[in-house]
């Protein structure tokens, strides 16, 4: 079987959609029998490239600011780009992990990671959500198959579109290797470079954005008692996203009282580090298409405390403190609980690297490999 697979997500920092980009397609690269070759918006290769490996991705910013009419040019020359290796190599099945797929006259694999355009689109850019309802619906009309990475997902498809149920499958996403339990001394080079110690600190990972909920764990940690909070900061870690300006406010008293660390994007390794340090991770979201962060620590061994709805009762289940994300009290107080209670810290570490062990990537791209060969006769 050959694929065509849509790996431009790649070449931008590795948030959620580029993260399952690149570990699906580490799996299918290694996979025998399947020919995986990886389009990049202007070339075509076999291997995986991220950032900024090519001249395009390091220039774009000036491209895009001094050709006339990039943004009207940019999608045609992608779609040129990809028609004529399409029509020049016989490809099986094309794979589009990005919502929105490009023409393909063959079987089409869409991924559908959330419709939080609909959902929640105060916490979009109004262009993002124009161009999600414009083509959206043409594009689940055009695919053969459809992939989620939730049944909550799943469900909201059926329901929203209208999408016949057999025609769309919920994948879990797996979670790498390097998350994983770390003791005081492998951790130390990395958290004394940001000035923390092992096991005295609260994290919040992700986009600084209105669905990540950020405000509540910043209201809830507030409330704890000063003894509290000077053994156990607050570290926040994220890029600056849509409506971040408020957030950023916020938290402003706590990053000059020394309570709150903003370290902004890091490597994956020292994510890595940083989860596996952690007392614990506040994960106060709206809504989630699946909730990488909380699998990542949990790999870690390290103790979640996380929204109750969308997807992520399906990713932590019974391993992590599920709270309403309008609770600020019993967040507060779920905090407090984890800092004093031992035997509780211990229970959760150990139900929630139990739990992890069943979401890879592996299983993720066996599960999809068996979608292409549906929609292949």
Not at 350 to 367: D, G
Request: aromatic share 10%; charged share 20%.
């Amino acid at each position: 079987m050959r694929l065509a697979f849509n790996a431009t997500a790649l070449l931008s920092p590795l948030t959620g959609i580029g993260q399952y980009g690149y570990h699906l397609t580490g799996e299918l690269l290694n996979t025998p029998d399947l020919q995986t070759d990886l389009f990049y918006a202007t070339f075509w290769d076999d291997k995986r490239h991220v950032s900024d490996r090519r001249s395009f991705s390091r220039f774009g910013p000036l491209v895009r600011k001094y050709l006339p009419y990039y943004h009207e040019l940019s999608p045609l020359y992608r779609q040129y780009k990809f028609t004529r290796q399409t029509k020049a190599v016989k490809y099986d099945v094309y794979h589009e992990p990005n919502y929105l797929p490009l023409r393909f006259k063959g079987p089409t694999v869409v991924t559908v990671h959330d419709l939080s355009w609909i959902r929640y689109p105060e916490t979009h850019p109004a262009e993002r959500v124009k161009v999600m309802n414009r083509y959206f619906e043409k594009a689940l009309y055009q695919s053969s198959a459809l992939i989620t990475d939730a049944e909550f997902v799943r469900q909201e498809v059926i329901d929203v579109f209208g999408v016949k149920p057999e025609k769309i499958t919920a994948i879990p996403l797996g979670v790498e290797p390097m998350f994983m339990p770390r003791n005081a001394q492998e951790t130390a080079q990395v958290l004394t470079s940001h000035g923390l110690t092992h096991g005295k600190y609260f994290l919040t990972v992700g986009t600084l954005e209105p669905r990540k909920n950020l405000s509540l764990a910043i209201r809830a940690y507030s409330e704890l008692p000063q003894s509290v909070r000077d053994q156990y900061p607050l570290v926040v870690i994220g890029m600056k996203g849509w409506h971040s300006s408020e957030i950023e406010r916020s938290i402003s008293p706590l990053v000059q009282a020394g309570y709150l660390r903003k370290l902004g994007y890091v490597p994956r390794e020292d994510l890595a580090i940083l989860m596996a340090g952690a007392t614990a991770l506040i994960y106060p979201s709206i809504y989630e298409g699946f909730g990488l962060p909380p699998l990542e620590a949990m790999a870690c061994g390290i103790p979640v405390i996380c929204s109750n709805v969308s997807t992520l009762p399906e990713v932590v289940g019974d391993a992590g403190i599920l709270i309403d994300p309008r609770d600020e009290t019993g967040l507060r107080e779920h905090l407090h609980a984890i800092t004093e209670d031992k035997k509780l810290w211990v229970d959760l570490s150990t139900r929630a690297r139990e739990r992890s062990l069943r979401f890879t990537w592996k299983n993720c791209a066996q599960q999809t490999i068996e979608v292409y060969k549906s929609v292949c006769g």
